[in-house]
Nanobody, 121 residues
Framework: QVQLVESGGGLVQAGGSLRLSCLVSGRPFSTYVMGWFRRAPGKEREFVAKISRNGGMIFYADSVKGRFTISRDNAKNTVYLQMNSLKPEDTGVYYC??????????????WGQGTQVTVSS
């Protein structure tokens, strides 16, 4: 019953910015730890960022620290990923995910369909 729908992907030049959004339905949004993952062409899926239910705890992959910001608005049932200073290496399919565990567990219980991010150089 839980559905996650990403939006905001697209094509951007290196150094540019994009903001991804993920709308969650089917359960109260505050139930979940939320996260973002990505899969680059020819590579395995990797963790990008995650945020606790109340937004008080946030974790990032080393590769995106200082450039990406995860946030959530529980009133809007939405989690965001603001991506700045984008690099060609950031290209890939970005997936929103939700989990019912604590923030220290990977939030992988539910997944969105993915949204393509392409960074050109």
């Amino acid at each position: 019953q839980v559905q996650l729908v990403e939006s905001g992907g697209g094509l951007v030049q290196a150094g540019g910015s994009l903001r991804l959004s993920c709308l969650v339905s089917g359960r109260p949004f505050s139930t979940y730890v939320m996260g973002w993952f990505r899969r680059a062409p020819g590579k395995e899926r990797e963790f990008v960022a995650k945020i606790s239910r109340n937004g008080g705890m946030i974790f990032y992959a080393d590769s995106v620290k200082g450039r990406f910001t995860i946030s959530r608005d529980n009133a809007k049932n939405t989690v965001y990923l603001q991506m700045n200073s984008l690099k060609p290496e950031d290209t890939g399919v970005y997936y929103c995910a939700a989990g019912g565990g604590d923030v220290y567990k990977a939030p992988t219980d539910y997944w969105g369909q993915g949204t393509q991010v392409t960074v050109s150089s």
